[in-house]
C-alpha cells in the first residue's frame, strides 16, 4: 500500500512537471480568410478553424499535457496542408476547387479527424453542414463551358512516349497506358473536365472478379483528363488534353505512399508535375477519404460485386448477354454528355476501329475499315458518392452498333428501352450513323 501510495505519488509529480513543457502553438494575424459568404465561413469555423486557421479554438482540456503535444502537431501539420486564414490570397478557382476538397473529406468522414470529434461533438459536420457548402458551392447551376465550336487542336507532332522523363519521385512513366481498358468516366462539375480512368490487364481483370480490396501488385491505373468544351450539336466533348495521371501499384516498393507509385504528365509534351518529390502528398492526402477502398476513388463498371458497398458500379455495367458484342471489354475512342437529357456516353471500337480512330490528328474524322466495328453505349447520368461536383455512368439507356462493310455504309444495329432490346424499327438510323461516324476522338499527346 505505501509502494503504490509513493508511486501516484511520483506520477502526480510527472503530471504537474509535464504542465511545464508547453510549446506554443503560433498564431500569426489571420491576412486572407477564403473569401465565402458567412453561413459557409460559419461552418468552417465550427468543423474545421481549431485546426485549418491562425484563430486557435482550443477546449480547456487540449491544453492539458500530454493531449496538448498530439494537438500541437495536428494543428501545425493541419496548417501547413490548408490553411483558411491564408487561403485568401489565392486565385478565387483555387478557393473553390479547396472547398470541393473539403466537402469530399467531410462527407466521406475524413475531416475532422475523428480522433478530434471523439472530443469535440460540437465539431461534428452534420447534414445542415453539408448541405450550406455544397448549396453555395452547387456545380451544375453555371451553364456547361460556351462555345460553339470545339478549338482547332493545332497538328503538333506526337511526343515519344517511350522517352517521357520519370516523375520527380523517382515513378516511370508507363508508354503503354493508352492500350489499357476503361474501368469508368467521371464528368467533373467542379473543374469543367472530363476523365477516362482506364486499368491494365491486371486492374481490369481484378475488377472483373471483384478482387480489388486491396488491389493486387501490378495493378495500373491511368486517369486522362480533357477540357470540356460544348460542340455546334450542343453535345459537351472533350476539347483540350490537360493530363495524364498514374498510380502503380506495389505494396512494398511503394509502402510510403500507401502502396501506390503517384505520378501526373501535364500538357501535350508531358512535363512531369510538381516542384520536387513532395508533390507526391498532395495526391495521397486527397484520396485519403477513401482509404478503406484502398485509396481508389473509381467504382469501376463491372459486373462482379466487391466486399465493400459503393467500390464498384453495377448499375452502369448491366449490358444483356444478348447482345452481338461486349463493348465494355474494348477500348474507347471518345465521350461526350447531353446536358439536357443528363447522359453520357462513350464511343467503343473494336481492334480495326481502333486502329483507323488516331487520336493524335487532331480533329479528323477517322475512316474506318470494312471489319470496324463501333459500340456508342449511353447511360443516365448519377452523382459520384465518392467526390462532390462528379457525376458517373448509371444505368444504360441505349446501345448502338456500326458494322463498317466494304462500301463504307454500314450497318447501324440499336439496342435500347429497358431491357435493352434490339429496336429494329429505329426511324433515325441513317442520322445516328452520320452522328457516330463523324465523332473525333479524344486528343492524345
Ligand atoms: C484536429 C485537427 C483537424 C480538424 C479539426 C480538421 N482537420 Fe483537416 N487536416 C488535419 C490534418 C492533420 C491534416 C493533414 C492530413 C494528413 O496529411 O495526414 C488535414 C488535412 C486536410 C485536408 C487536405 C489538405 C491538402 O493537403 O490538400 C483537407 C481538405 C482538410 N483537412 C479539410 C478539413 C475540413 C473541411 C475540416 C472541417 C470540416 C477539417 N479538415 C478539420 C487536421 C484537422
Ligand atoms: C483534389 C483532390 C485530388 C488530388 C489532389 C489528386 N487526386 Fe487523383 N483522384 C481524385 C478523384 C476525385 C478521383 C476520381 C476520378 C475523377 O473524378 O477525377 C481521382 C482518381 C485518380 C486516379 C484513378 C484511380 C482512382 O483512384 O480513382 C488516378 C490514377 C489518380 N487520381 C492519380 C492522382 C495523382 C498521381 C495525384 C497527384 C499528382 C492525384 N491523383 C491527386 C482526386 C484527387
Not at 209 to 228: E, L, M, T, V, Y
Not at 243 to 258: G, H, I, N, P, R
Not at 305 to 326: K, T
Request: proline fraction near 9%; charge should be neutral; include cysteine.
Amino acid at each position: 500500500m505505501k509502494a503504490f501510495g509513493k508511486l501516484l505519488l511520483a506520477a502526480i509529480a510527472i503530471f504537474v512537471l509535464l504542465q511545464f513543457i508547453h510549446p506554443a502553438i503560433p498564431s500569426p494575424p489571420v491576412t486572407a480568410e477564403i473569401a465565402a459568404p458567412p453561413q459557409v465561413l460559419h461552418v468552417l469555423q465550427k468543423d474545421c478553424y481549431s485546426c485549418h486557421s491562425n484563430e486557435r479554438r482550443l477546449a480547456w482540456f487540449d491544453q492539458i499535457e500530454p493531449g496538448y503535444w498530439l494537438v500541437r502537431k495536428d494543428v501545425l501539420t493541419a496548417r501547413e496542408h490548408l490553411n483558411f486564414s491564408t487561403l485568401g490570397s489565392k486565385p478565387a478557382a483555387v478557393q473553390k476547387a479547396t472547398l470541393f476538397e473539403a466537402v469530399a473529406m467531410m462527407q466521406l468522414g475524413a475531416m475532422p479527424l475523428p480522433r478530434f470529434t471523439a472530443l469535440h461533438p460540437d465539431a461534428k459536420v452534420t447534414p445542415e453542414d453539408l448541405a450550406i457548402l455544397k448549396a453555395y458551392l452547387a456545380p451544375w447551376s453555371t451553364a456547361p463551358p460556351a462555345s460553339t465550336a470545339i478549338t482547332p487542336v493545332p497538328a503538333t507532332s506526337p511526343v515519344n512516349l517511350a522517352a517521357i522523363a520519370p516523375e520527380l519521385n523517382g515513378v516511370p512513366f508507363d508508354k503503354d497506358f493508352e492500350t489499357w481498358k476503361p474501368l469508368s468516366y467521371t464528368d467533373r462539375g467542379d473543374n469543367d473536365t472530363f476523365r477516362f480512368i482506364l486499368g491494365n490487364d491486371i486492374a481490369f481483370k481484378a475488377a472483373q472478379s471483384g478482387n480489388i480490396s486491396p488491389w493486387p501488385d501490378g495493378s495500373r491505373f491511368a486517369k486522362i483528363a480533357w477540357a470540356q468544351e460544348t460542340g455546334p450539336d450542343g453535345l459537351i466533348h472533350p476539347g483540350r488534353f490537360i493530363q495524364v495521371e498514374l498510380m502503380l501499384k506495389d505494396a512494398s516498393l511503394y509502402k510510403d505512399t500507401a502502396g501506390w507509385g503517384w505520378g501526373r504528365w501535364r500538357g501535350l509534351d508531358l512535363k512531369p508535375y510538381g516542384k520536387d518529390a513532395h508533390f507526391v502528398g498532395e495526391c495521397t492526402t486527397c484520396h485519403l477519404p477513401v482509404r478503406k477502398a484502398d485509396d481508389v476513388y473509381t467504382l469501376p463498371i463491372t459486373t462482379s460485386h466487391g466486399m465493400l458497398q459503393e467500390v464498384v458500379n453495377n448499375r452502369a455495367a448491366a449490358l444483356p448477354a444478348n447482345l452481338p458484342y461486349q463493348p465494355l471489354a474494348w477500348n474507347a475512342i471518345t465521350m461526350f454528355v447531353d446536358p439536357a437529357t443528363r447522359t453520357q456516353s462513350t464511343l467503343y471500337g473494336n481492334a480495326q476501329a481502333l486502329q483507323a480512330a488516331n487520336p493524335r490528328s487532331g480533329n479528323a474524322t477517322p475512316t474506318y475499315p470494312a471489319g470496324a466495328v463501333l459500340a456508342l453505349v449511353t447511360w443516365v447520368q448519377r452523382d459520384d458518392p465518392h467526390w462532390f461536383g462528379a457525376r458517373i455512368p448509371d444505368a444504360p439507356r441505349s446501345v448502338e452498333f456500326i458494322e463498317v462493310t466494304s462500301d463504307a455504309a454500314g450497318k447501324y444495329r440499336r439496342y435500347d428501352g429497358a431491357s435493352l432490346a434490339e429496336d429494329a424499327v429505329f426511324p433515325n438510323a441513317a442520322q445516328r450513323k452520320t452522328f457516330i461516324l463523324g465523332l473525333t476522338p479524344a486528343k492524345l499527346p
